[in-house]
């Protein structure tokens, strides 16, 4: 890979370690203030979600580093407040974006020809959209109630 390709790849990947330390924020934050009568098995994905979403980070950052790159610091906005329905309507909202963010990373990145970093995020989108579904899930069951 050339530079000039490398470059674009690093800047590709840099956007999902900002969108995943983002996500990893929000899901602990919610995990911590979760309160309600659903709020038990909620907290516990909120949880387990934000450990997924580390696991992200971990690949996606160690990947700018095999390029000859140091993975962003940099943070996007994290909502944290609501009750329990709004921060389940809020995850379910920061999985959309990523779903479309992948996605739009991952034709680029075939289009730049670096089959790892895309295959890669190809596992990545592959875990938002259980996310999606299952966040889509909680918000119709609480609806419900």
Do not use: C
């Not at 995943?20 to 924020?25: F, N, Q, T």
């Not at 979600?49 to 610091?73: C, D, N, Q, W, Y």
């Not at 996007?76 to 963010?101: N, R, S, W």
């Amino acid at each position: 890979m050339d530079a000039s390709t490398r470059n674009k790849v690093i800047a590709i990947l840099q956007e999902g370690v900002t969108n995943e330390l983002g996500a990893v924020i929000q899901y602990l934050w919610h995990h911590y203030l979760a309160e309600g009568i659903y709020s038990p098995k909620i907290k516990d994905t909120f949880e387990e979600f934000s450990v997924e979403e580390m696991r992200h980070l971990e690949k996606i950052s160690e990947r700018i580093v095999a390029l000859g790159g140091e993975p962003t610091t940099k943070l996007p906005p994290v909502k944290k407040g609501g009750d329990l329905k709004q921060m389940i309507q809020d995850d379910l909202d920061l999985e959309l974006g990523a779903a479309q963010l992948y996605k739009g990373h991952i034709a680029q990145l075939a289009t730049l020809g670096d089959t790892t970093s895309r295959l890669m995020l190809e596992k990545t989108l592959a875990d938002e959209e259980k996310h999606i579904m299952e966040f889509e899930i909680m918000l119709s069951k609480i609806r419900k109630k």
